[in-house]
């Protein structure tokens, strides 16, 4: 039996920040942020909600797309770099909540492609019998992390979640092939040095502002788009398949401007590139579960259809997962 994916989920704020909005809070301007990222909005939490929240939203809503009971849930990873808190982990207190009383829960922290490590974590565990259902989550609230005077960054990230839940599935389907790597190197590409053991929390780093992301993009662009674009073709090769034979590709959904050049380097028609960044910008290890969702819900991907995930994120970190639905 392989590991595949029984049903999927999302959910996000209701509150929406536009570009017309930033523009009132930093120099900056809908035609300048569009040429740049793709984005047009993004989701935006109130100050009274978090992470964990918006996770067991898409949970529930994954668990019963996929017709399992949150009891038969074995294993619970929540891909978050901001969780509620420091201790205990957002994956605990998602099973809490789920009341998925018979699950380990736990955090992946790989920044945006926390789902495709959680996603390849959890597929041998299931192919070699040591479970049998599994829900894994990407959940972010960066826009609490986001520093309003730099709009290098501000324009960028957006709040969200998505889930998956995955099982056995008849062998021929469920995921054909995944990878994940890092790259430690480039660590300042994309961190928030503040916070952890290293500077922890002190009035200088706050004055400092070193809680918030900063991120170097010309470099990371280049790096992105040659990981994401190489991780692809592993994938395809490994499983035996060209980029002819995929239905969609769903990337990481960082910048509209690195998804066409990883579409160009794959040569991939840009209709069969799904897109959501506009709606909702950067959401981290959320984009490409909440893509997924909306790919299944709006039938754009059915039963038989070959699937290509990719991704990168700050650590470095990349992954890709190749899936027959």
């Known amino acids: 039996m392989n590991a595949g994916i029984l049903g999927t989920g999302h959910d996000y704020p209701e ?3 536009t570009n017309a909005d930033l523009e009132k809070i930093v120099d900056t301007s809908d035609e300048w942020i569009t040429t740049r990222t793709g984005i047009k909005q993004r989701r935006k939490a109130a100050d009274n909600e978090y992470t964990s929240q918006f996770a067991v939203r898409a949970a529930n809503k994954a668990l019963e797309d996929a017709g399992v009971d949150a009891k038969d849930v074995e294993i619970i990873l929540c891909a978050t770099t901001t969780p509620d808190q420091i201790l205990p982990s957002t994956g605990c207190l998602i099973q809490k909540e789920l009341g998925a009383t018979n699950a380990a829960g736990m955090d992946v922290f ?8 959680g996603i390849s974590m959890v597929e041998s565990m299931i192919r070699t019998g040591q479970i049998k259902h599994a829900l894994v989550i990407g959940a972010e609230v960066l826009t609490k992390y986001v520093d309003y005077t730099d709009r290098s960054t501000c324009v960028i990230f957006g709040d969200g979640a998505g889930a998956a839940v995955l099982g056995a599935v008849p062998e021929g389907k469920g995921i054909l092939a995944t990878k994940i790597l ?3 190197r480039y660590e300042e590409q994309l961190f928030a040095p503040g916070g952890g053991t290293k500077l922890g929390t002190t009035h200088e780093t706050i004055d400092n502002r070193d809680h918030y992301f900063k991120m170097r993009g010309n470099e990371l662009f280049k790096v992105a788009v040659r990981s994401m ?4 073709k592993e994938m395809l090769d490994k499983a035996g398949y060209t980029v002819d034979d995929v239905k969609i590709v769903i990337p990481h959904q ?3 401007r690195i998804t066409d050049a990883v579409a160009s380097r794959l040569k991939v028609p840009k209709e069969k590139v799904y897109s959501n960044i506009a709606q909702h910008g950067n959401t ?3 984009s490409i579960p909440i893509a ?3 790919c299944l819900k709006d039938g754009k991907i059915v039963e038989g259809d070959l699937v290509l995930m990719t991704a990168f994120g ?3 970190t990349w992954g890709g997962t190749l899936v027959r639905f």
């Open 254 to 256: 960082a910048n509209q």
């Open 284 to 286: 981290s290890s959320a």
């Open 110 to 117: 790989a920044a945006c492609s926390g789902f495709l490590y």
């Open 15 to 17: 509150g929406v920040l």
């Open 314 to 316: 700050g650590g470095v």
């Open 292 to 294: 997924l969702d909306e």
């Open 182 to 184: 890092s790259d430690g």
């Open 229 to 232: 674009s190489k991780i692809s």
